[in-house]
């Protein structure tokens, strides 16, 4: 056990509510208890969820029933793309390494289109709606949200960042400033299933339980992601309520399941799009800054973004070897978005990361945190509650620092606990 990044982690807990109440609109009436209340759950759900065996057990249940979910996926994948979805190759195959034989395209976007319809499908059935007014409900005793903030935070593991505000859509207009920043800051903690399906495919060579690593991450930033929310932008506590009624735009089973899969086409389009634009983005910026004079290894925009970020990684407790490439990693999550970063992640020569660095970075990039999150939500947001627009666009960058907050607790909480346990 090395005392001193367990040091520095607890250095970066208090660094980390420190920027918190900086950023409040309520410094001296900062709500103490509502903080400590959001890092005693992210604490308590971590040590529940990570190092309890019974529990671990059945996370490593919920993975196995996910990688059969991947596996048919890419069956159904193989049935259109051929060997280009992993199949059987008519040529000898790369042989740097199962990491850089990975067709994106083919191999790992396909689980999104599955995931999608299976939840609308299970969305139609009642078993989805079911779990997210139980949740809801639980989220209203333990942190005193209002019914349609509960539905949205609830369902946004499963569905997504705009995805869940939509069911409450014609509830939006009505609430506060703080409860709309709280969906904001929780929606940009979290990752949705389907991303975490796509992304712990993708980290599967290096990352052993990759998926079952992104859902317990969300898990436990959603409790912090609320209470930090409510600490920065204060709301009052809500009054009892009957629960929501959750309705079902569906008419039959097969209409669930077409209507998830066109849904899906258009996130797997964007997500593809996306990629394409950053990854090049990168590399022309790279380019760029290998034109200025240098001596040894040319500037990189991984290389700013590491010396950037690398105080925030110290924070973390991660180690004094790994923080350049951690630094590096959170810097690209945060311009560009997780799927980048993860991708940065994958493409690291083997042993660059000691095991409790990686284990840190899986965690603490588990989110939408990002500048394009920003966008989308004040769009997204904006259109479903044209009167909240002002608001939205105000405290978009609050929501974004906000929600990086959270998932480096996440990180820094899960590298403690794997030191103090090892």
């Known amino acids: ?221 959603t409790p912090m992601a609320i209470c930090l929310a409510r600490a920065i932008v204060p709301s009052p506590a809500a009054a009892a309520h009957a629960p929501l009624t959750l309705e079902n735009p569906y008419r039959s089973s097969l209409d669930a399941i077409s209507h998830g899969t066109f849904v899906a086409i258009r996130m797997a389009a964007a997500i593809a799009a996306l990629l394409i634009v950053f990854v090049g983005l990168i590399a022309l910026v790279d380019q760029c800054l290998g034109l200025l004079p240098h001596s040894g290894t040319p500037l990189t925009l991984g290389a700013v973004f590491g010396v950037l ?13 790994d923080l350049q490439a951690v630094g590096s990693l959170l810097g690209t999550k945060v311009a560009i978005n997780e799927v980048v970063a993860y991708s940065q992640l994958l493409a690291l020569e083997p042993g660059t990361l000691s095991p409790k660095g990686l284990l840190i970075v899986t965690f603490a990039l588990c989110s939408f945190g990002n500048l394009g999150s920003v966008a989308i939500l004040i769009g997204a947001l904006g259109t479903m509650a044209p009167e909240k627009s002002a608001e939205v666009v105000q405290l978009g960058p609050k929501a974004l620092v906000a929600a990086t907050l959270t998932t480096c607790m996440t990180g820094t909480i899960v590298g403690m606990l794997s030191s103090l346990f090892s």
């Open 309 to 321: 970020f690398a105080p925030l990684a110290w924070l973390m407790g991660v180690p004094m070897t």
């Open 1 to 221: 056990m090395d005392v001193g990044e367990l040091l520095r982690g607890l250095l970066g807990i208090g660094a980390f509510i420190a920027i918190a109440w900086a950023l409040s609109e309520s410094r001296r009436d900062f709500p103490v208890r509502t903080v400590a209340l959001g890092l005693a759950w992210q604490v308590g759900l971590a040590v529940l969820l990570t190092q309890i065996p019974a529990v671990t057990a059945f996370f490593g249940l919920v993975a196995h029933a996910v990688d059969r979910v991947q596996s048919s996926a890419l069956i159904g994948a193989g049935f259109v793309f051929g060997y280009l979805s992993g199949g059987p190759q008519p040529f000898a195959p790369n042989p740097s390494g199962a990491a850089s034989s990975l067709i994106f395209a083919f191999q790992a976007l396909p689980a999104v289109l599955l995931v999608s319809a299976l939840a609308a499908l299970f969305w139609h059935w009642g078993i989805l709606r079911v779990i997210v007014r139980g949740a809801a409900w639980l989220f209203g005793r333990l942190f005193g949200v209002s019914g349609p903030v509960g539905v949205s935070t609830s369902s946004c593991i499963f569905l997504g960042m705009i995805e869940a505000p939509m069911l409450v859509r014609p509830l939006l207009a009505r609430l506060s400033r703080g409860e709309i920043f709280i969906i904001m800051v929780d929606g940009m903690s979290v990752i949705a299933g389907s991303m975490m399906i796509l992304l712990g495919a993708m980290l599967a060579p290096i990352v052993p339980g990759a998926f079952t690593q992104l859902l317990i991450a969300s898990l436990i930033s």
